[in-house]
């Protein structure tokens, strides 16, 4: 009798608390708080799932920790009244912790070429994997540069997140959800999240709800540096995302096309088509030779007006490359001259909205700005608990896992090697975050086999992950690249520039993009150009 009454309290305030929050509240009809049905399903049983349904992919979830055993001991039913009240109103929109009669759940942050990899080698039919990201698709980061001239299409660079994991969008219980994570709760092996409200731009301001992991992959990547240059970020773009290409385009095109607007002084038009690039490493070089390739080719030809008057700077405080041979350096400071690329040594001091101002105080009057000058650690990864490697990444072990912190794993960008294992942070690379990606899908896959794969249930020896650099490429425009393939800067190795390496560059990447339909649009978007020149519509 006392254990009826109680639900039906439970049911009033639980109603009560759904008035006054419609979005975030679902009707339930379990009396087990820990499991309020149903995601499209009807629960009878109190012992069912810990899932709740709100507009078809939203979940009423209430920490685990509320057991109903403990509200049915109280004496009073006033005091079960007040305990459920409180209760009632900590509820939160989300997915609870598994239970024993679910699948594990693999927990996945972001969707660049680390947790992508996860994501498509992870065995769905142990877990349930729920991938939380601002972005739904990955980015072929190597051939973004392309983009931005036209050269090929942007579809032809995103692969959406729901064709890497098929399971996101027909596993029962394993999901995509659009959201930034704010927060990891690694005590309640749970992450915070707020959905994201306009996708291009990755904002939240959404819904904010939490998910329950048994293990936990963190990809989120890195950001943009700009070493705390003002001006940079109101006036440069960067170049690190789909977003980003197609706001290039769209500036560089309506530069162009604003050019033979009558009226403009040919200073005017000078600063309008100046695209300076900030940053000679490998991206800023990719990017500069794109761009004169694309002057030379479709400028020369469909802007023949003011076709003169377009120019290309690249500045780099440094040496350009400086990962590369010295040999392959030279040639790509040789191909860019030839290509019509300025080379300018110096340091940004300050960005302007038409100029920007070296230290030196040269002043550099642009019309488009794109900034490349590496990446460091992003304001989430900075705010997060854990011990920072070298670089204020998101320090790992030999295993990829955050030491202290049990079930909870780092790959990509966001993580470096801790000191105490002795092994340098690896570079910010596709590959490295691709290679750790797989070994983690792996050593989980393991992990589950050998009956670890609960939060908390400990863990069986690993094979440490083994990082070994299999080179470098880099396009320089003109149907030339160079390849380095030394295992690292003081090691000898092939080195390889000229058409042949264009060949090799090409041939490599077709060969890495994941679809099949993605390396169909490459194909045909590279003989489109070689045909026809670049698209040069502008939406
Ligand atoms: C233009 C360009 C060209 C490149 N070319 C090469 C190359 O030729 N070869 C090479 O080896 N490397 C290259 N790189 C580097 C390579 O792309 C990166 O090293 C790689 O993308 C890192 O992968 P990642 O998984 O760590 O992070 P990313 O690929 O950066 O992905 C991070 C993911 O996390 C998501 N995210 C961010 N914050 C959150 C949050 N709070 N919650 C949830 N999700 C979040 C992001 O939306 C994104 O999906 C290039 C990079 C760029 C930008």
Known sequence: MKLRGLLNTVRAAARAFETQNPHHIPTYNSIDFKCIPTHGRSFTSPRTSSLGLLQDQQFLWHPARYGISTAAERVSDKEADNEISTQAAALEIGLGPTRNDEKPRV?????????ARVLKDLNTRIYDVVCISPRNHMVFTPLLASTCVGTLEFRSVAEPVRTIQPALSNAADSYFYLARCTNIDTENHEVHCEAVLNETQGEGGGEKFKVAYDKLVIGTGAEA?????????????????????MDIRTKLLLNLMNCEIPGKSVEEKKRLLHCVVVGGGPTGVEFSGELSDFIQRDVHRKFSHVKDLIAVTLIEAKEILSSFDVRLRQYATNQLQKTGVQLKHGMVKHVFPEKLELTDGTEVPYGLLVWSTGVGPSSFVKSLPFEKSKGGRIGVDNNLRVPGFEDVYA??????????????????LAQVAERQGKYLAHSLNKLAKSGHARAGSGTSPLEPFVYKHLGS???????????????SPDKG???????????????????????????????????????????????
């Open 107 to 115: 927990v996945v942050l972001g969707t660049g070429w680390g947790a």
């Open 225 to 245: 540096s700009t070493f705390g240059i003002d001006g940079v970020y109101e006036h440069a773009i960067f170049l690190r995302d789909v977003k980003n290409a």
């Open 411 to 428: 790959v990509g960008d966001c993580s470096g090697y801790l000191e105490s294992t002795g092994k340098p942070v690896l570079p910010a």
């Open 473 to 487: 490429m880099a396009t320089v425009g003109r149907y030339k690249a160079l390849v380095d393939l030394r295992e």
């Open 493 to 539: 190795g092939l080195s390889l520039t000229g058409f042949k390496s264009w060949l090799i560059w090409r041939s490599a990447y077709l060969t890495r993009v994941v679809s099949w339909r993605n390396r169909l649009y490459v194909a045909i978007n590279w003989a489109t150009t070689f045909f026809f020149g670049r698209d040069i519509s502008r939406f």
